[in-house]
């Protein structure tokens, strides 16, 4: 069976940083990200691996960083220069069979329990 466990998340000041990281246990995936929920539950994928590529949103790009182990098991997310506009509750997400494209989230399988980021200024 298929299990994603997020850890990392917490409170901080503005311009601090946090790493967020997922395991994945009972399977590897070349195709995983870390989403961010919004207002009506819309998830938005903040950044992934997708079959070797790294993706990002346009608000991450130079702040967060991606990256996956060898095995393909876990997804870390360094989150630098931390802002308030980035507090909410993210997931990590797997999509088995890499289809769809890296952004929709309806494509992913299966999803961690989630974990709260907060910033305060």
């Known amino acids: 069976q298929v299990q994603l466990t997020e850890s990392g998340g917490g409170a901080v000041q503005a311009g601090d940083s946090l790493r967020l990281t997922c395991v994945a246990t009972g399977r590897k995936f070349s195709c995983m990200g870390w989403f961010r929920e919004f207002p009506g539950k819309e998830r938005r994928l903040v950044a992934g691996?997708?079959?070797?590529?790294?993706h990002s949103s346009d608000s991450v790009k130079g702040r967060f960083t991606i990256s996956q182990d060898d095995a393909k098991t876990t997804l870390d997310l360094q989150i630098n220069n931390l802002r308030s506009e980035d507090t909410g509750l993210y997931y990590c997400?797997?999509?088995?069979?890499?289809?769809?494209?890296?952004?929709?989230?309806?494509?992913?399988?299966?999803w961690g329990q989630g974990t709260q980021v907060t910033v305060s200024s």
């Open positions: 997400a797997a999509n088995r069979y890499c289809v769809g494209g890296a952004y929709d989230a309806t494509r992913y399988e299966h």
């Open positions: 691996i997708y079959s070797g590529k790294t």
